[in-house]
C-alpha cells in the first residue's frame, strides 16, 4: 500500500507552485486550482508507484488532537506562525477541506479519517501492523516517519527531495527526536521549558551530540529532576507525543475499523471529474 501524508503532500505541492499563499488566492480560483495541484500530485504517485507498491491509502488529519490532552501547547506555534496572512490561509485551508470530502466521496482510494488522529497516526497504525503483509510506501516529506523504517517492508519517499528517504538507526533517531522535541509542532527539547515556542524571549536550552550520549544511558525511573538537568516526566511527555508506538489503543482500533471498511465510490471518479470539468486531466483517468 502507499500510505500518502495528504495535508502534507498537498501544502507542499500548491506551495512549491504558490510560495506565497496571497498569490494563490488574490485573481485566481483557489478551490479549482488546488483540485487540480491535488487530484494530480496523486496521479503521480499512483504512476511513480502503483506499480510496486499497489493503491493508494489517503491518510487524512482529523482535528483536536488527542496529543493536546497530554500537551496543550501541541502546534499552537503553527497558528501564531500564519496570524500574519490568516485570511488566505483560511481561504486555502477551506478549500482543502472542500477537496478532501470530494477525494473521499468520488476517488477510486481508502480515505481514512478518524476523530482526534492526524494522519501520522494512521500511518504510524497502518505500518505497524500491514509491514508483514505487504510492502508498504510512506510518501512525505516529514523525517520523523524514518522512525517507521524499523518496520521491514516498510519505505519512506520525499517528495520534495524526489528520493528514497534513508535511516541507519530508526530506534536512534527515534530516541534523538524524543530528546530533542519537535520544533515544528512546538515541542521542546526535554531540558526546555513547556513555552519554549510560545514566549518570544525564550529559546531552547541547548543539547549537545555528547549530552545526548549521556541521556541514552542516564534516563531515570523516577520522575524527579536529575543531574542532567531534566526530569523523566519531560522525556515521557515527548516520548507519547512523538513516538507512533504509543498511540492511545482506542485510537488504533478505530483506524483499523476505518481501513477494514470496503471501498463503496470506485465508479463515480469520471462524473466528478466531468463536474468540475477537470479536462486537463481527463486524458490521464487511467493512471488514477
Given amino acids: 500500500m502507499i500510505l500518502v501524508d495528504n495535508s502534507q503532500i498537498v501544502l507542499s505541492s500548491i506551495f512549491s507552485q504558490y510560495p506565497n499563499p496571497e498569490t494563490m488566492v488574490v485573481g485566481n480560483d483557489p478551490i479549482n486550482l488546488i483540485r487540480h495541484i491535488t487530484l494530480n500530485t496523486y496521479r503521480h504517485i499512483k504512476d511513480k508507484f502503483g506499480e510496486e507498491y499497489g493503491d493508494l491509502v489517503i491518510c487524512q488529519d482529523s482535528n483536536n488532537y488527542w496529543r493536546k490532552d497530554i500537551f496543550p501547547h501541541y502546534k499552537a506555534n503553527r497558528k501564531k506562525a500564519r496570524e500574519e496572512n490568516q485570511e488566505y490561509w483560511d481561504v486555502i485551508y477551506d478549500a482543502m477541506k472542500t477537496i478532501r470530502t470530494e477525494v473521499a466521496e468520488n476517488m477510486p482510494y481508502k480515505n481514512i479519517k478518524v476523530d482526534r488522529c492526524e494522519a501520522d497516526d494512521v500511518i504510524g497504525v497502518l505500518a505497524k501492523h500491514y509491514h508483514t503483509k505487504e510492502s508498504i510506501l510512506i510518501v512525505s516529506n516529514d523525517k520523523d516517519f524514518q522512525q517507521l523504517l524499523y518496520y521491514p517492508n ?110 463503496l465510490n470506485t465508479h463515480k471518479m469520471f462524473n466528478y471529474f466531468v463536474e468540475h470539468k477537470l479536462t486537463h486531466l481527463m486524458k490521464d483517468l487511467t493512471s488514477f
Fill in 154 to 263: 516498510v519505505k519512506l519517499y520525499s517528495p520534495h527531495k524526489k528520493t528514497m528517504v534513508e535511516c541507519e538507526d530508526p530506534t536512534m533517531f527515534l530516541f534523538e527526536q524524543i530528546v530533542r522535541g519537535d520544533s515544528s509542532d512546538g515541542v521542546p527539547n526535554i531540558l526546555s521549558d513547556e513555552d519554549t515556542f510560545l514566549v518570544d524571549t525564550k529559546r531552547q536550552k541547548p543539547i549537545t551530540a555528547k549530552r545526548l550520549a549521556e541521556f541514552l544511558n542516564t534516563i531515570p525511573s523516577d520522575v524527579s529532576s536529575n543531574k542532567q538537568g531534566f526530569t523523566v516526566q519531560a522525556f515521557k511527555r515527548n516520548q507519547q507525543l512523538i513516538d507512533l508506538a504509543m498511540i492511545p489503543e482506542t485510537y488504533e482500533q478505530e483506524i483499523l475499523k476505518k481501513y477494514s471498511e470496503p471501498l
